[in-house]
């Protein structure tokens, strides 16, 4: 009875303060990981949506009229992929995507292809995009996907990650991620000028 108790009150007291790690996870409750911590973070001006729809090609047909009738609205099946969970600024009633998560419990080669490309299409409608992964059953970022990728621009494996200390993450790229989105926009939109521009890498062993 005493094992049995103090086993109970271990669990609960993990389970309360969020001590538990990122590990065998459905998808669904990555997703909401997700959605609960950007909620805890974004401006008024920002909402979260999961499963949201977004455009991955924009055409004229022989009448060169567009292929999409309703841009502000995309459904999946016509010229639109489902994403896992997407954080939108709301503009003058119109809800633009800023970043995307999309959630894997593992991860192979052949989902890297599938996401690198799925990330490009998207960033092809929307360039200032931000799109990233969130791996719950490993550890550290696999050599394979810095071999393929070529449109993924932040990926977190989570496997050693604290409920709290995933939160902590989330939260901190969800609001660089968000800014430097914006920052894009000035390019593509704003036609802003520069003398100077730069790329740069980041890798971080984040405090599990």
Do not use: W
Not at 126 to 136: I, K, Q
Not at 148 to 160: L, M, Q, V, Y
Not at 169 to 187: C, N, P
């Amino acid at each position: 009875m005493i094992i049995y108790f103090c086993y109970k009150y271990i669990r609960s007291h993990a389970k309360n303060t969020r001590f538990l790690k990122i590990t065998n996870m459905k998808e669904s409750e990555m997703v909401n990981i997700l959605q609960e911590s950007a909620k805890q973070v974004i401006d008024n001006n920002l909402i979260v949506k999961t499963g949201a729809n977004l455009y991955y090609e924009l055409y004229f047909n022989r009448d060169l009229k567009t292929s999409v009738i309703n841009g502000s609205n995309p459904k999946r099946g016509y010229s639109a992929f489902q994403t896992d969970l997407c954080i939108f600024e709301i503009r003058d009633n119109i809800e633009f995507p800023r970043v995307v998560f999309e959630c894997k419990t593992n991860l192979s080669t052949h989902d890297i292809l599938t996401y690198s490309s799925k990330a490009g299409k998207h960033k092809s409608v929307y360039p200032s995009l931000r799109y990233g992964l969130f791996v719950s059953e490993i550890g550290m970022i696999p050599g394979k996907f810095f071999i393929h990728n070529e449109n993924i621009d932040f990926f977190i494996a989570a496997s050693k990650f604290t409920q709290d200390k995933m939160i902590k993450l989330i939260k901190e790229l969800i609001k660089k991620e968000v800014s430097i989105s914006k920052k894009m926009d000035s390019i593509y939109y704003e036609d802003q000028k520069c003398n100077y521009f730069r790329t740069d890498i980041f890798f971080e062993n984040f405090e599990s």
